[in-house]
């Protein structure tokens, strides 16, 4: 009897010290509600205040950038995942609904608009006449505010895309974890 008490003992002990170390790496009670949360609908508020600041840095260079894309809904992200794959139109994405920063309100795509109003994606265009890239002077105000630039990715660049992750991965905002909203 002594010793299936002690074993008994022993046995809740282990469970303590293992639940002990194996709990702080459990979802917690409000990551979990936050799987059932509302998708966002429109850029998160950080981004959009990075954006309309990555605006005026660069209409102080003499550069006219042009949002062209922000928050994209599933659906539409499907539809760009089609191109290229259901028509002879270029591949313009890899990222299917739900895989793409712009899902979650944490990404945009921009372009240049030259001095006859004409949008370009030419990566070398100076119109501001500075003997520099205007683009690549946008890439550089965009990474001190803290975007990352799709024409720094290995496998697919994408030179319109910037984003901010908040060191969460797709699988963390798909698995419902929200980045804060301000400023850390």
């Given amino acids: 009897m002594r010793n299936s008490t002690s074993i008994i003992i ?6 303590v010290i293992v639940f002990s ?4 790496f459990m979802p917690q009670e409000e990551e979990q509600h936050q799987k059932d949360a509302k998708m966002p609908d429109k850029l998160h508020p950080v981004v959009e205040k990075k954006k309309n600041k ?4 660069a209409e102080d260079k003499g550069i006219n ?6 928050f994209r809904s599933v659906e539409k ?6 191109q290229g794959r259901s028509d002879e139109s270029n591949i313009v994405t890899n990222a299917k609904g739900g895989e793409s920063y712009h899902n979650y309100g944490l990404a945009i795509d ?9 949008i370009t994606w030419d990566l070398e265009y100076d119109g501001n006449n500075n ?15 803290g975007f990352q630039w799709g024409g720094d990715w290995q496998h697919f660049k994408d030179y319109p895309h910037l984003q901010m992750d908040f060191g969460l991965t797709i699988r963390e905002l798909q698995n419902g974890r929200w980045p804060p909203k301000e400023d850390a």
């Fill in 54 to 57: 990555l605006i005026r840095r």
């Fill in 131 to 145: 003997g520099k890239s205007d683009w690549l002077e946008i890439v550089k105000i965009a990474k001190s505010l």
């Fill in 21 to 24: 170390l194996v709990s702080p």
């Fill in 10 to 15: 022993v046995v809740i002990m282990l469970g």
């Fill in 110 to 118: 921009f372009a240049l608009k030259r001095k006859d109003d004409v």
């Fill in 77 to 82: 992200q499907n539809e760009l995942y089609q």
């Fill in 65 to 70: 950038v042009v949002i062209t894309e922000g």
